[in-house]
């Protein structure tokens, strides 16, 4: 219940610093307040039942789509309400999903969801087993093993559910690419400790 719905952006762990989400709220918020006729910021339940001005279509927007496992998430919990099901099946309302860049294998898992979204990408990342890292993938895998050898314990090794996204942004490194580049593994220093430089 209610019109308004949840917070967009918290501050990770409880503490003050936001992720990229920051970022994308910012841009939302600005093409909100220039065309307020036509989008409203998260809306609650009630403000979507308004029978006076209805919303046609629900768009989650992202900076970067890596395994689809949060998005998915957040399609399940609209699915799990039985009005949105109801909508769904009679066309009265659509689900969009838009990023800046996404996974091909994200973009798949999302597109396979039950509400049907339609998904917007403008770059599809690569990642170590596309053709842009043919030559070299057997040595970054070689590296990559090398360096977690000591530990052996590092689920992102290879990237959240080992997805291998070869992508860096400037104000972030996505845990979708191997931990080489943004995590310390026991004392092994990552390439790059917080965001990548500009000159990358």
Known sequence: IGRKGRTPVRPIRGGVRVG???FIANLI???TASHANVFVNTPGPDRIRNKRKPISSIAIVSDFIGSG?????????FWSVKSVRAWVSLGLIDFFVISAV????GRNEIERHKTKPKVRTQHIAPSLDSAMFKHSSADWERLIQKVNAPTQDDEYQFGFEDSAAMILFNYKIPNNAPSILWKNVGAIKPLYCGAAPDEL
């Open 20 to 22: 990229s989400e920051g």
């Open 69 to 77: 496992r949060r998005v998915s998430s957040m399609l399940d919990k």
């Open 29 to 31: 918020a600005q093409a």
């Open 102 to 105: 996404s996974t091909t294998e």
